[in-house]
């Protein structure tokens, strides 16, 4: 057993965010977040040892999610997606503010 695990069953208990409303001008940021959450996993996974595979097997490590985000089905992008909604949730409900750095939705329209 882990050091200073409780014998009990762990229960989450995650911040309250379901009330916390983000700013539709977020959705860039969120999008570009769920990209980095995505590459970070796989920049881990590649790492230890994992390939990409059709299938998982943990035995081979192999995973059908080791490529691109751009290439992952909308399902997949969804899971990255959450983590990066509620970490934005997460920071406006411990008081700080998100804001968009001068110049960037001229950026945004040069890029897209």
Known sequence: MARGVAKRPYVP?????A?????AALGDLLERLAEHV?????KQ????GWRYGPARNDALKTHPGLVPYA???E????YDRNTARETLRAIVKLGYRIEQPPG???R?????
Do not use: Y
């Open 13 to 17: 208990k995650p911040l309250a965010t």
């Open 19 to 23: 009330r916390v409303k983000l700013p």
């Open 38 to 42: 995505h590459d970070v996993w796989a």
């Open 45 to 48: 996974r590649i790492k230890d």
């Open 71 to 73: 290439a992952l089905s």
């Open 75 to 78: 399902a997949e992008k969804d």
């Open 104 to 106: 960037a939705s001229q």
């Open 108 to 112: 945004r329209r040069r890029r897209g």
